[in-house]
């Protein structure tokens, strides 16, 4: 009896920036007879056997659930930027300055990381964290478990009102509009 061939890809992916898109994918791959050998976000490594299921069938699974496979180097760095700033807006304590960690992350040059940043995404690092930023104070918001000021301190500013004043010319809205308001509106991650 022959032995099954079986191809290994390792793919990275643009666009997996949380753990609910790792399950997605990982429970969409596994439906469809490939194996996933290791997943974390941005990359995936599968096996499959190719006369069970092709490379084209797995591109169109990725591609179906929104997401995207990217192979340039630099577009690859910048995903991985922009997961870094995100796990640091959300799970770091803001301590380090952003430069600081993405440079104690990467242990690269921030000048060569922002230009990478900013020639795939179209805006500086510092622009899409300040996004984020707000992203993140409307979420504090609608949680309710913070005041302005703790708000404030939790995403690293020394003040309420430089804040405020990010909050109201992004939005449109001050802080307090927002809370008042019935239909929170933000913007997905994936969006920013």
Known sequence: MKAEIHVTDE???????????LKVLNTELKSSESEVIAIQLGKITIRYNPKRITNIMIRNIIHDNGFEIITDQNSIQAEEIKRLIINYIWDSNLELNLSNFLIGKTSKNYDQLSKTFSRIFGKTIERY??????????EYIQGGDLNFSEIAYALGYKNTSALSRQFKMETGITMKEFKKQHLIQRIPIDKI
């Open 11 to 21: 793919l990275n992916i643009k666009g997996m920036i949380c753990t609910r898109c």
């Open 129 to 138: 964290s300040m996004q984020l930023k707000i992203e993140r104070t409307k």
